[in-house]
């Protein structure tokens, strides 16, 4: 006969039992942490960075945005099949309990579903390529590189010389490279190290983008624009307007909507009463340039989907004292004469209603702070391009 004790121990087998299938279960939600900490830094924080002076670096393109889209979208596929291939290996593995996986895509790499998960990566860059996507994307790799080191300790405590055969002849994660990196610092305590690792990732992935980003925007001689006459009303001064096709309007996937677009909102903004209106209290003079970024609105891309050209668009416009006019190849020295007098940002800027917010001191007035908040400001619109 089974006493209390006897079946209190039933039931602790149980639930232990249960929590171990779960953890089993589980496993590969938590091997894809990093990978979703790295997805979420790529887009969602961005409106917060964007609004600091200090952050706003961050949420720049060191690529240009949608232009490498084909072969970004090829390495997504590609990295994600990849991943289900190697995680379906180690999974039937285990529920046949056939051991140490050594064939099909683990032939070739140690890790093949961290390389999968790390060209992935590397699709997301070349397609949304922020200086924050690289950061995010160097600590994932930090992390996977730690998980990847500690998993193969682990193996070789359970399988013992099969497995260290097999490492000794099998790449890490790349084909051809056999060891992975290790962390720096050999004479540091172990929470020492992986510190220094830590550091390193974060100034290799967000310093050698932002360094990128840089030298992009110190290069870049022309402007992807097309340039119209702009006058606020009869008998009034007429002035450059340079309309940017920004990184939405480039995208490939969107060839046979975007160029009606862009026309239809060169027109809106040509003959615009809610941009002559936020233009009255600051008339134009001989000299002055209008530079207009346009940015998806509400609607954007569902408006998009239908092939619909009345998908909202918002225009920001600088009013820029422009001695030295913008021919086409001459960018660096447009910029570096010009200051940015106001800013205008219209909501829906193709559609009937919409707010304009007019930002700027009166002319004549040097506001150094506002100065510098413009240079981020067509350094963030112009990194995309």
């Known amino acids: ?7 209190r121990l039933r039931s602790l087998g149980r639930r232990l039992g249960t929590v171990v299938a779960w953890l089993v279960v589980l496993e590969p939600l938590w091997m894809l942490l990093p990978f979703a900490g790295f997805l979420y830094g790529s887009v969602l924080p961005v409106q917060a960075l964007s609004q600091h002076p200090a952050t706003i670096w961050l949420v720049e393109f060191f690529l240009p945005t949608h232009t490498l889209f084909p072969l970004g979208l090829l390495l997504i596929l590609a990295g994600g099949g990849l991943f289900l291939v190697g995680a379906g290996q180690v999974y039937l ?18 890790h093949p579903q961290y390389a999968a998960l790390t ?20 600590l ?26 097999y490492r000794e002849r099998t790449a890490f994660v ?10 720096p610092g050999a004479g540091l305590p172990g929470w020492g190290r992986g510190l220094l690792s830590f550091l390193l990732a974060v100034v290799l992935s967000a310093g050698g ?70 233009l009255a209290e600051f008339p ?17 891309h569902s408006g998009l989907a239908r092939h619909e050209q009345e998908a909202a668009v918002d225009a920001f416009v600088l009013v820029l004292d422009a001695p030295i006019p913008y021919d086409g190849a001459n960018f660096r020295a447009f910029r570096q004469e010009w200051p940015v007098l106001q800013m205008l940002r219209s909501e829906d800027v193709t559609g009937e209603t919409g707010v304009v917010e007019v930002q700027g001191p009166p002319r004549g007035v040097a506001v150094p702070a506002f100065q510098q908040r413009m240079e981020e400001r067509v350094r963030f619109f112009l990194s995309g391009l």
Not at 143 to 162: D, P, Q, S, V
Not at 222 to 241: F, H, N
């Open 209 to 278: 983008a932002w360094t990128v980003t840089r030298l992009r925007y110190e290069s870049r001689e022309t402007l992807p624009a097309q340039e119209y006459a702009w006058s606020p009303g009869e008998g009034k001064e007429t002035v450059p307007l340079l309309l940017v096709k920004g990184p939405a309007m480039q995208a490939a996937p969107l060839e046979r909507v975007r160029e009606p677009l862009f026309h239809e909102i060169a027109a809106t903004l040509l003959f615009s009463p809610r941009l002559a209106q936020g």
């Open 93 to 110: 593995a285990k529920v046949r309990r056939a051991g140490l996986v050594t064939t099909g895509l683990y032939r070739l790499v140690r």
């Open 119 to 138: 060209l992935f990566g590397w699709g997301v860059l070349l397609t949304w390529g922020r200086v924050v996507t690289a950061l995010s994307f160097g």
């Open 140 to 165: 994932m790799l930090w992390l996977y590189n730690l998980l990847a080191h500690r998993e193969e300790a682990e193996c070789l405590a359970r399988f013992g010389e099969a497995y260290r055969a």
């Open 284 to 300: 134009l003079e001989a000299g002055d340039t209008l530079l207009v970024f346009v940015v998806p609105g509400a609607g954007w």
């Open 174 to 183: 790349l084909p051809g490279v056999r060891r992975g990196p290790f962390l």
């Open 1 to 7: 006969m089974k006493g209390p004790t006897d079946t």
